[in-house]
């Protein structure tokens, strides 16, 4: 069985302002390592498991030259940009037709790809990676739909749900069936799934044969399906080659595809979908507020990051990044606030209040162009 990974690294990161910019969003961030970015983590969770010369990146074409200039540890040809962005669905349709065609000596049912996404943070890469193993090896010999379901610790509201059957325990060990997927749900929802220990956070993380996806999207959403041997037909002299921008040909069939999710297009709607417990310390970090989750705070709940003196001031999350050398941030008497200070932006918001921060985006794009995000 070839084995590939699938890094899924093209969003924009906005919530992360000032921070996180067009030309540099969160994946490229070093939010939660001093040293390396959150995509040079993911690439380096799954090395071990997965060759590098068979993981592949899909982003935008406005990072993809950013990107191969940075991972030099993978095959350029192996970072592929969306013509234009199209929801998860249509990215994984692309890539399934470009792994496919990289690996067209194989049969596609002799290839395995494990989906994954660049802006996750992973506390323990062992584990990790042996629940990976654990959901591929479970796809590769049941042809199942496999993803990780994440123990929730808290009833939280942004994230979709995994319901296993009453009587049923999962493992990071082995697959068991997944009863269905929930939305969203409210806080009460939420708090209900926490008490009842059946549902589980839905990682956005996927394990399937090729053969697999190609047949479950051609059933369940067509007009993404029947797309993918479109694309082979375009992308045949295109995957050993590092060209520039989205592979020829393939804009027009993009622009014939649903915006739509992979999980409400296919994952809600499948057969044979099995769930593995992710028990390995995973948080999204999708907001300012994951950074309590990530890093440890101090003796006044406080998350210092980048040195800033705080007076009087509790449970606040505040990030220098200019460095303290270069720029003097000092808050007094504050709680629960966010302060997050650049070269040309600072933030100020209530803990309470970070996702509203991609309104200050759109907001500051209206007022200023693309200057200042």
């Known amino acids: 069985m070839q084995r590939t990974a699938l890094i899924m690294a093209g969003g924009s990161g906005e919530r992360f302002w000032p921070l996180s910019r067009r030309t540099k969003p969160k994946q490229l961030l070093k939010l939660v390592s001093p040293d390396k970015t959150m995509l040079d983590e993911a690439i380096e969770r799954i090395s071990p498991l997965v060759a590098p010369e068979n993981v592949f990146i899909i982003t935008s074409e406005a990072l993809q030259v950013i990107m191969r200039e940075n991972l030099t540890m993978l095959p350029p ?180 595809m649903p915006d739509i999710s992979i999980d409400y297009g296919l994952m809600e709607r499948a057969h044979h979908v099995a769930v593995v417990r992710g028990d390995f310390g995973w948080d999204d970090v999708g907001s300012w507020d994951a950074l309590e989750r990530v890093y440890a705070p101090d003796e006044a709940g406080n998350i210092n990051v980048g040195g800033s003196l705080l007076m009087d001031s509790k449970n606040c999350i505040v990030m220098n990044n200019v460095g303290e050398e270069t720029l003097s941030v000092a808050a007094i008497g504050i709680e629960n606030l966010v302060i997050v200070a650049t070269a040309d932006g600072i933030l100020v918001c209530p803990k309470d209040r970070v996702q509203d921060v991609r309104k200050v985006v759109t907001a500051l794009r209206e007022q200023s162009g693309e200057k200042f995000v």
């Open 77 to 256: 040809e192996n970072i592929i940009a969306e013509p234009m962005k199209r929801n998860t669905a249509p990215c994984i349709a692309l890539s399934a037709a470009y792994i496919a065609e990289r690996y067209a000596h194989l049969p596609v049912q002799e290839i395995s790809m494990a989906v994954l996404t660049a802006d996750h943070f992973i506390e323990n890469a062992e584990r990790f990676r042996t629940s990976v193993d654990a959901a591929l090896r479970h796809a590769e010999t049941t042809g199942d739909i496999v993803t990780f379901g994440v123990q929730p610790v808290r009833p939280a509201t942004g994230y979709g749900y995994i319901e296993i059957a009453k009587g049923q325990t999962a493992s990071d060990v082995q697959a068991i069936p997944v009863e269905s997927f929930h939305e969203k749900p409210s806080l009460q929802t939420a708090e209900e799934f926490l008490r009842q220990g059946r549902f589980f956070w839905n990682s956005g993380m996927f394990f399937w044969r090729l053969d697999t996806i190609v047949s479950g999207l051609e059933h369940h959403l067509p007009e993404v399906g029947w797309k993918i041997k479109e694309m082979r037909s375009v992308l045949a002299e295109e995957t050993r080659t590092a060209s520039i921008g989205a592979p020829s040909g393939t804009l027009e069939i993009f622009k014939a």
